[in-house]
């Protein structure tokens, strides 16, 4: 283990979350729809958006507990704490659209299933694993590769079942919604963050590692690969953006905690905006199909969502459970 003083702002990262949740909405939001060669080939390519960031909150994480001096089960039991208000705040204001959109509708399978291994709420289920998966690798931490290979057995078993359907239970149940499925992604960011003399970050070379990430994206059109180049693109990623060669400023800080509103609150966004038009639109009407004009649609919502984020940080002084909401 490195004796390397800990980066407490690490900007590539910062701005790296950012443009994930950006490509997040982008996803939700189904740009380019409308001509299907560029949204398969988008689609492949931002695949990586949750995997890249469930790896980087592991290595941050894991950064700390491997790498500091502190109270590693203070620590431990801090971020969990504040995972858990994250959760339950955005849970609490968002339970109309739950309510509309899933229990209303949900039968009592999907509902315990949801409220166990999913989530009742959209894209939630994101903090869900973070807080189980987290929970997960540092009750093992000292077994952590033994956790990496098994991690990618179920990892690639699951992608691979979703492919050929030789498990069609297993397919029944979402298993992209549920922690064990991205618990790979968790041990690529611990062990970044665990075996630094492996992986020397200076030495590496961006050029060569945009290269084969490329390869691996347009390969993944042809061959069934998809799979491997979604787990392979945060080690490929990681080094260039940790590296970038600028100084830390409170801007950096602002896009990290901006990354983390654009995601939750774009699931509410994208409900009114579509609802919106399908309640007060005709769909024949040349409003309605320029409003869900998947372009528009999406830069209408990024905009209202940074717009959102702004009053949020530009107000967490002035009212303090703000900041709960990042």
Not at 26 to 43: D, M, V, Y
Not at 285 to 309: E, M
Request: proline share 4%; aromatic share 22%; net charge positive.
């Amino acid at each position: 283990m490195t004796t390397t003083s800990i980066k407490k702002t690490i900007p590539g990262l910062d701005i790296l979350k950012f443009v994930l949740a950006i490509l997040i909405i982008s996803a939700h939001c189904s740009l380019f729809e409308e001509f299907p060669q560029i949204h398969i080939l988008w689609g492949t390519l931002i695949s990586i958006a949750i995997p890249i960031f469930f790896s980087i909150s592991s290595y941050l994480f894991f950064n700390k507990i491997y790498n500091s001096s502190s109270n590693s089960i203070s620590t431990f039991i801090h971020y969990i704490k504040r995972l858990a208000i994250l959760f339950t705040i955005w849970y609490i204001l968002m339970t109309p659209m739950t309510y509309y959109k899933f229990y209303s509708v949900a039968t009592f399978k999907e509902t315990v299933f949801a409220i166990f291994l999913s989530c009742c709420f959209n894209g939630y289920w994101f903090i869900k694993a973070l807080i189980i998966n987290t929970t997960i690798l540092y009750l093992f931490r000292k077994h952590l590769l033994a956790c990496f290979f098994l991690a990618m057995i179920i990892f690639l078993y699951c992608s691979y079942n979703n492919i050929y359907n030789f498990n069609p239970f297993l397919n029944s149940i979402h298993p992209y919604y549920s922690f064990y499925y991205h618990l790979a992604y968790f041990c690529w960011g611990a062990l970044f963050a665990r075996f630094k003399g492996i992986i020397d970050f200076t030495k590496w070379n961006s050029c060569l590692l945009i290269t084969i990430w490329l390869a691996l994206l347009i390969t993944s059109q042809y061959f069934r690969i998809e799979p491997i180049y979604r787990l392979i693109s945060f080690p490929l990623l990681f080094p260039i953006f940790y590296n970038l060669r600028i100084s830390p400023t409170p801007i950096y800080k602002k896009m990290r905690d901006t990354s983390i509103i654009l995601y939750m609150i774009q699931f509410l966004l994208i409900w009114l905006y579509n609802g919106g038009c399908e309640l007060y639109l005709e769909s024949s009407t040349s409003l309605f199909r320029i409003l869900q004009f998947s372009p528009v649609r999406f830069l209408t919502i990024l905009s209202i969502a940074l717009f959102f984020a702004w009053l949020i940080l530009r107000n967490e002084n002035k009212y303090q459970w703000l900041k709960f909401l990042h």
